[in-house]
């Protein structure tokens, strides 16, 4: 079990920043240039703040400030990820999904809160709908691997784990040699 948790962290780690842009009228995932930097330079705490801030100011009247709002919601749910705030990064993805519903990263990163809390049956229903709107995706396969073994269907979890080693994770074939073989 140790050693499937460090092999966990590594390709965490190496997969975390998993957002996708849609093109036209659809969601288009963008960072307040403040947050970003401070997101980016691991100040969670500050960068919250300034999401917090923009909710209590943002009015939904037009589509595109449903989206806005959206991102909003995504964004402060992955600094509470990155507090540890795990059921707090769940309620703030669930309010990005109902606000936007086709972005497949809310559903990602509310995948890896839920899989962090051991709740691994939403866990999956969220990698699935991840995969569902972005199949190209190896971390969303990695992950659902992960919950898969964990849940003791190891045949469906090396699918996945194949699947995200044709989609690029070839660190995964470490994975792969150890527990499907």
Avoid at 116 to 143: C, E, F, H, S, T
Wanted: contains cysteine; hydrophobic residues 35%; charged residues 25%.
């Amino acid at each position: 079990m140790i050693k499937y948790a460090n092999v966990l962290m590594l390709v965490i780690l190496m997969i975390a920043p998993a957002s996708g842009q849609k093109k036209g009228n659809e969601f288009k995932e963008f960072y307040y240039p403040p947050a970003s930097k401070m997101f980016d330079a691991q100040h969670y705490f500050e960068t919250l703040q300034y999401y917090n801030d923009e909710l209590a100011e943002m009015k939904l009247v037009t589509a595109k400030d449903s989206t806005d709002k959206a991102n909003v919601y995504y964004l402060r749910g992955r600094c509470k990820f990155e507090l540890t705030d795990k059921r707090g990064a769940t309620e703030d993805l669930t309010q990005a999904i109902t606000l936007f519903s086709k972005q497949e990263s809310f559903y990602y990163y509310r995948g890896l809160a839920n899989h962090w809390l051991k709740r691994y049956a939403k866990a999956q229903a969220d990698y699935d709908k991840a995969i569902k709107l972005n199949p190209n995706k190896m971390a969303y396969y990695v992950n659902r691997g992960f919950v898969k073994y964990l849940t003791g269907d190891l045949d469906a979890a090396c699918y996945d784990f194949s699947k995200a080693g044709e989609n690029g994770s070839f660190e995964i074939y470490e994975v792969i040699k150890e527990y499907c073989n």
